[in-house]
């Protein structure tokens, strides 16, 4: 479970990013919504222990992200939007690292470098790579071990049909493993089905969204209404 | 009671342990001694000299400093092996915690063996050559050796037992007798106030992500490590030229040598970790992986102290007090470096304010020797500092100075 208590974070001082966030977001897969700029991707940040919260803590399964940083991080998987893998690395380089510290397999490098069909870039640097062979690089990491939590910032742009059912199907099996995943992304339709819950964001505030609508139409109705902003009236969290 | 039949079994238990563990490194230290003494032009004269330096009065102190590098290193080295299974199936035996710690001094003082057996070829060969063997010698050796085992000791309260023993070890290679004297009685405290042996994990993985680290570093500095060792070589060759065209003697000559060592070694990191700061900014998709801001801190600051490493190497051919002294500042200037690094871009001086720091704390321990202990007392706040600041980072955050106007967040300015 991530629980967010009471959350403040922001850029520049005096524009806070978010406000006060305090919820609690169970296993399920849970859909981070709003429009540019509304914080979603910040958000992600936080709960993938990549910004710090200027204020309150930001925890997972127990562990505070900041104080337990080690047990937190253990179990997460994240992919950000822009893929920004050391350019002084190799892409195998990194995947081992991230072997060692999954303590996973090294062998299991080579294997998600294959699924991720980069099997023959194992030894380029990102810099040599196109945006969509960088964010496979991303997801390839992701792929490594068994990770519990996945927190995934527009999974599906730039990549390939191919990839894209690829991702799906692992986020589905995630969800059959009972994983906790977070999905910032203005691409709703291939998540609708599984989306068990829809977290939206604007202006520093949010709104956590726990029973969605059973129909399907219905459901990508309301969504997408959330894709683009909250109601002026919307209970925050 | 400890001394006692099962005390006794379990003394002679972790001896043989000590002893297998020694003689792996014993193979290893012998055919680099042996190659060491066959490189030198006269091999003979060589280990003669070093042992009329070990056992002459005063001993000296390059020696006893090359004695107490191997007393420290090999405990080190064989602490996670001979404590493998100490906590473990151990456990369940009729056995007390000071025990079982006891025995562990008793494995790490016998890993020292090779140590022990090239300071009795020493004096044998200093007795051949007439030196007389006084006990002060003895004493000092001794202290060394246990402070060295101590160190090396995986123990609960393990914050008060290195620092006690470093400085024990310290005391024993660059004071006197009563200095090693002295620091019998705070080894002793060491023992009673350890607490119960914790187990060791080998660094496998602690080392593979330094190398890593490493490696980038290594990657992002690229020929800007010639440029960063030729501008910090100046101090250096200055100090040297100072003193060489200066009437100076004893402390005076010592000051002036500190001073431009420490110079060099600051010159060095300022120039290391303004060129990692932008050539390598931080790297925010690594912070979700299970590694903690220490360790990041801790693998920027080996990165640098590992540099800044032969600058110290190289004084002490010219100075070894003042290259000890200057060596000392080496994992505070480190440790503030790699916060600096992380706050130089958000602030308008830059690494400015490290310079700053750095010229103080060079300048001071040119003055006054001593205060080079304080620099590195200073190093578990300066730790904790660096981390602060890996922590309060925000790393996503657009900077102008870093990223290229074009956009590409792996494209940067300089």
Redesign the interface.
Same mark, same amino acid.
């Given at each position: 479970m991530i629980r967010l208590d009471d959350v403040h974070f922001c #850029?520049r001082q005096g524009e806070p990013v978010l406000a006060g966030i305090s919820l609690e977001i169970p296993r399920g897969l849970t859909l981070v919504l709003g429009p540019n700029g509304a914080g979603k991707s910040t958000f992600l940040?936080i709960v +993938?222990? *990549? /910004? %710090?919260p200027d204020r309150g803590i930001a925890s997972i399964d127990g562990c505070d992200l900041?104080r337990e /940083? *080690? +047990?937190a %991080?253990?179990s @997460?998987a #994240?992919v950000?939007e822009?893929? &920004? !893998?050391?350019?002084? +690395?190799t892409i195998m &380089?990194v995947l081992k !690292?991230?072997c060692? !510290? %999954?303590r996973a397999p090294v062998s299991s490098a080579r294997a998600a470098l294959e699924r991720a069909g980069l099997g023959q870039l194992g030894n380029r640097s @990102? %810099?040599e790579l196109s945006l969509g062979q960088r964010r496979r690089a *991303?997801l390839a990491a992701a792929w490594i071990g068994l990770p519990k939590v996945l @927190?995934l910032d527009e999974p599906l742009e730039a990549m390939d049909r191919a990839m894209r059912g690829q991702i799906i199907t692992w986020i589905e099996r995630s969800l059959a493993r009972d994983a906790l995943v977070l999905i910032a992304t203005h691409d709703l339709e291939p998540f609708v089905p599984n989306a068990d819950r829809a977290l939206a964001f604007q202006n520093g505030r949010s709104l956590l969204l726990d029973a969605l609508p059973a129909d399907p139409a219905a459901r990508l109705g309301r969504l997408e209404a959330l894709s683009r902003g909250l109601p002026a009236a919307a209970p925050t969290l | 009671m400890f001394w006692d039949a099962s005390g006794l079994t379990l003394l002679r238990f972790h001896a043989a342990v000590g002893a297998r563990v020694a003689l792996r490194s014993f193979a290893v230290l012998f055919c680099a001694f042996i190659a060491a003494i066959m490189l030198q032009v006269d091999p003979a004269g060589t280990v003669a000299a070093i042992a009329l330096g070990l056992f002459s009065d005063p001993p000296s102190s390059a020696v006893l400093l090359m004695i107490a590098a191997l007393a420290f290193l090999l405990p080190a080295w064989a602490a996670p092996r001979v404590s493998l299974g100490v906590n473990g199936w151990m456990r369940h035996l009729p056995l007390s915690d000071g025990g079982n710690r006891r025995g562990l001094e008793l494995s790490l003082l016998i890993v020292q063996f090779p140590v022990v057996l090239a300071i009795a070829i020493f004096a044998l060969v200093a007795r051949n050559h007439g030196a007389a063997l006084g006990k002060a010698i003895w004493l000092q050796l001794a202290v060394l050796l246990s402070a060295g085992a101590f160190a090396a000791l995986p123990v609960r309260r393990r914050w008060l037992v290195l620092p006690i023993a470093l400085l024990c070890g310290l005391a024993a290679a660059l004071g006197s007798w009563p200095a090693a004297l002295v620091s019998l009685p705070a080894l002793v405290l060491c023992e009673i106030f350890a607490g119960p042996v914790r187990t060791v994990r080998r660094r496998r993985r602690a080392r593979m992500f330094f190398s890593f680290s490493f490696g980038i570093a290594w990657r992002a500095l690229g020929w800007r490590l010639f440029g960063a060792y030729a501008a910090a070589a100046l101090p250096l060759l200055a100090s040297d030229l100072f003193v060489a065209n200066n009437d100076l003697r004893g402390d005076l000559e010592a000051g002036a040598y500190r001073l431009g060592f420490s110079i060099g070694i600051l010159v060095l990191m300022v120039i290391l970790s303004r060129a990692l700061a932008v050539r390598r900014p931080p790297w925010p998709w690594a912070r979700s992986l299970p590694w903690s801001s220490g360790r990041r801190v801790l693998d920027d600051a080996l990165v640098l102290a590992l540099h800044a490493a032969p600058l110290a190497a190289a004084g002490a051919v010219v100075h070894p007090e003042a290259a000890m002294a200057a060596a000392a500042l080496i994992p505070l200037l480190a440790l503030r470096a790699a916060a600096f690094m992380r706050s130089a871009r958000e602030k308008r001086a830059g690494l400015g304010s490290f310079v700053a720091e750095g010229v103080f704390s060079a300048g001071l321990i040119s003055l006054l020797a001593w205060t080079a202990v304080l620099g590195l007392a200073a190093a578990p706040a300066a730790f904790y500092g660096a981390r602060s600041a890996e922590c309060r980072l925000k790393v996503t955050r657009w900077l102008e100075s870093h990223h290229l106007a074009a956009g590409d967040t792996l494209t940067w300015s300089e």
């Amino acid at each position: 479970m991530i629980r967010l208590d009471d959350v403040h974070f922001c #850029y520049r001082q005096g524009e806070p990013v978010l406000a006060g966030i305090s919820l609690e977001i169970p296993r399920g897969l849970t859909l981070v919504l709003g429009p540019n700029g509304a914080g979603k991707s910040t958000f992600l940040k936080i709960v +993938a222990g *990549v /910004e %710090r919260p200027d204020r309150g803590i930001a925890s997972i399964d127990g562990c505070d992200l900041w104080r337990e /940083e *080690v +047990a937190a %991080r253990q179990s @997460i998987a #994240y992919v950000p939007e822009q893929p &920004d !893998l050391t350019p002084y +690395a190799t892409i195998m &380089d990194v995947l081992k !690292l991230v072997c060692r !510290l %999954r303590r996973a397999p090294v062998s299991s490098a080579r294997a998600a470098l294959e699924r991720a069909g980069l099997g023959q870039l194992g030894n380029r640097s @990102i %810099r040599e790579l196109s945006l969509g062979q960088r964010r496979r690089a *991303v997801l390839a990491a992701a792929w490594i071990g068994l990770p519990k939590v996945l @927190i995934l910032d527009e999974p599906l742009e730039a990549m390939d049909r191919a990839m894209r059912g690829q991702i799906i199907t692992w986020i589905e099996r995630s969800l059959a493993r009972d994983a906790l995943v977070l999905i910032a992304t203005h691409d709703l339709e291939p998540f609708v089905p599984n989306a068990d819950r829809a977290l939206a964001f604007q202006n520093g505030r949010s709104l956590l969204l726990d029973a969605l609508p059973a129909d399907p139409a219905a459901r990508l109705g309301r969504l997408e209404a959330l894709s683009r902003g909250l109601p002026a009236a919307a209970p925050t969290l | 009671m400890f001394w006692d039949a099962s005390g006794l079994t379990l003394l002679r238990f972790h001896a043989a342990v000590g002893a297998r563990v020694a003689l792996r490194s014993f193979a290893v230290l012998f055919c680099a001694f042996i190659a060491a003494i066959m490189l030198q032009v006269d091999p003979a004269g060589t280990v003669a000299a070093i042992a009329l330096g070990l056992f002459s009065d005063p001993p000296s102190s390059a020696v006893l400093l090359m004695i107490a590098a191997l007393a420290f290193l090999l405990p080190a080295w064989a602490a996670p092996r001979v404590s493998l299974g100490v906590n473990g199936w151990m456990r369940h035996l009729p056995l007390s915690d000071g025990g079982n710690r006891r025995g562990l001094e008793l494995s790490l003082l016998i890993v020292q063996f090779p140590v022990v057996l090239a300071i009795a070829i020493f004096a044998l060969v200093a007795r051949n050559h007439g030196a007389a063997l006084g006990k002060a010698i003895w004493l000092q050796l001794a202290v060394l050796l246990s402070a060295g085992a101590f160190a090396a000791l995986p123990v609960r309260r393990r914050w008060l037992v290195l620092p006690i023993a470093l400085l024990c070890g310290l005391a024993a290679a660059l004071g006197s007798w009563p200095a090693a004297l002295v620091s019998l009685p705070a080894l002793v405290l060491c023992e009673i106030f350890a607490g119960p042996v914790r187990t060791v994990r080998r660094r496998r993985r602690a080392r593979m992500f330094f190398s890593f680290s490493f490696g980038i570093a290594w990657r992002a500095l690229g020929w800007r490590l010639f440029g960063a060792y030729a501008a910090a070589a100046l101090p250096l060759l200055a100090s040297d030229l100072f003193v060489a065209n200066n009437d100076l003697r004893g402390d005076l000559e010592a000051g002036a040598y500190r001073l431009g060592f420490s110079i060099g070694i600051l010159v060095l990191m300022v120039i290391l970790s303004r060129a990692l700061a932008v050539r390598r900014p931080p790297w925010p998709w690594a912070r979700s992986l299970p590694w903690s801001s220490g360790r990041r801190v801790l693998d920027d600051a080996l990165v640098l102290a590992l540099h800044a490493a032969p600058l110290a190497a190289a004084g002490a051919v010219v100075h070894p007090e003042a290259a000890m002294a200057a060596a000392a500042l080496i994992p505070l200037l480190a440790l503030r470096a790699a916060a600096f690094m992380r706050s130089a871009r958000e602030k308008r001086a830059g690494l400015g304010s490290f310079v700053a720091e750095g010229v103080f704390s060079a300048g001071l321990i040119s003055l006054l020797a001593w205060t080079a202990v304080l620099g590195l007392a200073a190093a578990p706040a300066a730790f904790y500092g660096a981390r602060s600041a890996e922590c309060r980072l925000k790393v996503t955050r657009w900077l102008e100075s870093h990223h290229l106007a074009a956009g590409d967040t792996l494209t940067w300015s300089e």
